[in-house]
């Protein structure tokens, strides 16, 4: 098992663009979750998806900010109109539908915006 | 809301000397504790969780609940265990209690 996938792994975007991150999950596990780390911060929820669900969505930024986790395919989060204040490392974890306390974390994607 | 307090950005010890990383918690109910480790170009793991009382790596932590503490402990600090250590607080029932909450990371270099 390859553990939580994330790609890319380094992005870098101007002002004003957009930036699409992506996460596939453990084999077998059907349940997502973004966080952010602001740099010099800790990691924090963004928002918690099932396939083709968004459960949680509430530390997702209300603007600019969208995640998905279609039947087929990785999660996407999705950043319109990046701004400098973006910049930041997001991480995706997983767990199976058996034991969602228990997240696995991908390698993360550091976005740089400049 | 549920914080996760991590006083030191950076501890230095010499291999073989006893180490303690920091992390308080406020958080009014019974909440799950976590240390997360990332060693260097590694992704986040699980390191060890209150409610499984285990030693993993030679670390143990206790829940100090009168404290609201969640210190993590190794009596003999080795090299390999140089690496970014985080503290984190889960809410132990509810509806949220998916929901991980970090504390900013102490980052650990054990000098030979």
């Known amino acids: 098992n390859a553990g939580v996938m994330q790609n890319p792994r380094h992005l870098v975007r101007r002002r004003g663009q957009e930036a699409r991150l992506r996460c596939s999950p453990m084999k077998g596990h059907s349940h997502v979750y973004w966080y952010r780390q602001l740099p010099e911060e800790g990691l924090k929820f963004m928002v918690y998806l099932q396939k083709e669900n968004i459960i949680d969505e509430s530390g997702m930024p209300k603007e600019r900010f969208s995640a998905e986790f279609p039947k087929e395919g990785p999660s996407i989060l999705r950043i319109q109109q990046v701004v400098r204040g973006d910049s930041a490392a997001y991480f995706c974890?997983?767990?199976?539908?058996?034991?969602?306390?228990?997240?696995?974390f991908g390698p993360g994607t550091r976005l740089l915006v400049l | 809301a549920q914080r996760v307090t991590q006083p030191e950005k950076l501890l230095s010890v010499f291999k073989g000397a006893p180490v303690e990383l920091k992390c308080n918690y406020s958080?009014?109910?019974?909440?799950?504790l976590f240390w997360y480790v990332q060693y260097s170009r590694q992704r986040l793991q699980l390191l060890l969780r209150?409610?499984s009382r285990e030693s993993i790596k030679g670390f143990t932590a206790d829940l100090n609940k009168g404290e609201t503490s969640f210190h993590l402990k190794k009596p003999f600090a080795q090299e390999e265990d140089s690496a970014m250590y985080y503290c984190?607080?889960?809410?132990?029932?509810?509806?949220?209690?998916?929901?991980?909450?970090f504390g900013k990371g102490t980052l650990l270099t054990v000098n030979p």
């Open positions: 984190a607080l889960r809410l132990g029932s509810g509806g949220s209690n998916y929901k991980l909450t």
């Open positions: 209150h409610i």
């Open positions: 958080y009014s109910g019974s909440p799950e």
């Open positions: 974890a997983s767990s199976p539908w058996t034991d969602t306390l228990t997240q696995y």
